[in-house]
């Protein structure tokens, strides 16, 4: 039995090395002791997840030993400490998968596991933030329940209306200038890569165009890239959410997966059929979502219509869990843009699910725009915006963004893999969509800037001007 100062752990190091950690951390007065001496990785989750040790030293060639791994012992109250004694460190795997602690040999162990257990868990969490990295892109997830309301059609529109860049505003002279400037990087002009500087991953761009990368992370009915004339054999998310699982993703390896479609506007493809949704885990997906905000100033989600966390209801609380994509996208998200039809059942299914979207478990930024998607007198009566604005203020609260119904145009873009803006320039839907990128900025420029006045037409809920 250990005493309260004791702290208990959980030992999987490989070979010879294990005798001497467990010596180690047993000998009296460190204020350690193993618990469990586990002959493999699944031996130790079970360990950590019955609660035998506050940490665990695993060896960092352990088999299986990655990000999904490292968060169940989290989610577990585990802290997880490698030993790596190899003469080139893999430091840098290691903080990638989560990793809390790197001991270069057993007579640093003990040490490093009493600093790392004695954090607090906001503690933990804050070092797990800043080690992660500071990216100031933003994401935007694009959700809406089930019936399809033009998730995917208003994710694409979003993207390429971002890409445009923000509006210009005059300066004495007559020369424009950019009134949010964006970031430079990965993207040429027009979505060409040009010329490398430094690093090879920083490019100059004449106009005000900005870094965007849409991501499908739809595991029900994913679209993004058969709907832009891409094959989708080959998932770039799923591609990176493999390499996060084999070490640090980085931003050249994240630019391999999302080729460039749109101009400014890169790719990240989803799963090809559905029954392969088991490939985008949560916790590689959260590192997906940290590296984008490196690479782009904006990434778009576009994201399934499921909320239900019914795998918890099962009898392995481990099973993975379909939803997970979605949850995590709206979790990472700086603004959730709600997308709803704009006839009566699209509308009563977006009353719901913004009642489903507020009760979910994890949580989600109340920066919310709500979008009524193919507006048109023909599904609800004479004046549509009045009849719509009216009902979603009675039965919602919420001021929506209205996009008017363009079948000509949509088809088009459709029928040529191709958005609004290169196929149907003049499309009032068109215009709509590029309102809605201006409040998207908006919206996330009053919340970064301190004291900023909002603007009475941005809200947390939506806007009503397009």
């Known amino acids: 039995m250990t005493g309260p100062s004791v702290v208990p752990v959980l030992c999987a190091v490989l070979g010879p090395a294990e005798a001497d950690v467990v010596r180690s951390l047993g000998t009296s007065g460190t204020g350690t002791t193993v618990t469990r001496r586990c002959a493999d990785l699944p031996e130790l989750l079970a360990s950590a997840e019955a609660g035998s040790g506050r940490a665990a030293v695993v060896s960092a060639t352990l088999p299986g030993l990655g990000r999904d791994a490292v968060a169940r012992m ?8 490698a030993l790596d004694e190899a003469p080139e460190p893999s430091t840098d795997r290691l903080a990638a ?15 490093v596991v009493r600093d790392e257990t004695a954090l607090s868990p906001a503690a933990a969490r804050g070092k797990a933030a800043s080690s992660a990295g500071a990216g100031k ?23 390429v209306a971002l890409a445009a860049g923000p509006p210009v505003t005059a ?52 679209c993004v890239a058969p709907r832009l004339g891409m094959l989708d054999d080959s998932s770039g998310l799923a591609g990176a959410v493999r390499a996060v699982g084999t070490g640090p ?27 392969r949704w088991a490939e985008l885990s949560g916790a590689g997906l959260d590192a997906v979502w940290e590296c984008l905000r490196d690479l782009a100033d904006w990434t778009v989600i576009d994201t399934g219509p499921i909320l239900e966390t019914d795998e918890v209801l099962s009898y392995d609380t481990r099973a993975p869990q379909r939803n997970a994509a979605t949850l995590g996208a709206l979790a990472a998200a700086d603004v959730v843009v709600v997308v709803g039809s704009g006839d ?28 009524v998607n193919r507006l048109r007198a023909a599904a609800v009566g004479a004046n549509p915006r009045s009849s719509v604005r009216s009902a979603l203020t009675r039965f919602a609260g919420v001021d929506a963004h209205l996009v008017p119904d363009d079948p000509a145009g949509l088809d ?55």
Do not use: K, N
């Open 412 to 466: 088009a873009g459709l029928l040529s893999g191709r958005a609004l803006f290169e196929c149907a320039p003049g499309s009032p839907a068109r215009a709509a969509f590029g309102h809605l990128a201006e409040q998207v900025r908006q919206l996330v420029h009053v919340r970064t800037t301190p004291h900023a006045d909002r603007s009475p037409w941005v809200g947390v809920t939506g806007s009503s001007r397009a």
């Open 344 to 371: 009566p059942i699209g509308l009563q299914r977006l009353v719901r699910g913004l009642d489903d979207l507020a009760a979910v478990p994890h949580p989600v930024t109340p920066d919310r725009l709500v979008v």
């Open 171 to 222: 300066r004495p002279g007559g020369v424009g200038r950019s009134a949010l400037p964006g970031r430079r990087g990965l993207f040429g002009r027009a979505g060409r890569r040009g010329p490398g500087r430094g690093d090879g991953l920083r490019t100059p761009r004449g106009g005000a165009r900005e870094q965007v990368v849409l991501a499908d992370a739809d595991t029900y009915g994913p």
């Open 97 to 111: 998968i989560g990793v809390d602690g790197v001991a270069r040999s057993v007579e640093d162990l003990v040490s």
């Open 74 to 81: 989290h989610e577990a109250g585990v802290r997880v400490i």
């Open 249 to 275: 993703l980085d931003v050249e390896t994240l630019a391999r997966h999302a080729p460039v479609a749109l101009p400014g506007v890169r790719v990240l493809g989803g799963i090809g059929r559905p029954g």
């Open 137 to 159: 892109g933003r994401i935007v997830a694009v959700w809406g329940p089930v019936g399809a309301p033009g998730r995917t059609t208003t994710a694409i529109e979003l993207a």
